[in-house]
C-alpha cells in the first residue's frame, strides 16, 4: 500500500509540473504578427488564450486558430511624470519560464502567463528621465 500512495503522489506531482509547464514561453517560427515571422508565444489553456511577444509589443489571440473574433495588441509608446512623455526606447525581450521581460534601459515591461491569465506589470529601475517633479505621477501610456 506504501507503493500506491507514492504512485499517488509522484502522479500528481507530475501532473502539476506539466500543468505549469503549459503556461511556458516558447519561440515560435510563423505568427499572426503583420510583418513579425518569428515571436516568443505562450498559451493560455485555462482562459482560451495565446499571447505573441514581438519586437514592440505583444498580441493576444484565441488560443485556437480555428477560433476567430478578436485580437488585443499592446505596445509601450511613452514613459515620463506628468504630461511629459517621451517614447521608451527598442527593447530587449527575454524569455524565461512563464515570464516575458520588455527591458529598456531603466524600464522593465514584464508579463507572467499563468492559470489566472496574463498578468502585465513595470519595474522601474530608474526614475524616468523627463518631469523630475515628486509632484507628477508616473505615467505609463500604451495604444492597443
Known sequence: QDGAHVDTE??????????????????????????VASAWQAPNHERGMRTFFGPEGILVVPRLCAQQGWRLGLELVGVGRGARVVEPGRAEIHADANRVEYRRGGCVEW???????????????TPPAVGRRDDEQIVMKEES
Open 10 to 35: 509522484l502522479e500528481a506531482l507530475i501532473s502539476r509540473a506539466l500543468s505549469e509547464r503549459g503556461y511556458d514561453v516558447v519561440w515560435q517560427v510563423g505568427t499572426p504578427m503583420d510583418g
Open 111 to 125: 508579463y507572467v502567463n499563468d492559470e489566472r491569465g496574463l498578468e502585465q506589470g513595470f519595474t522601474l529601475l
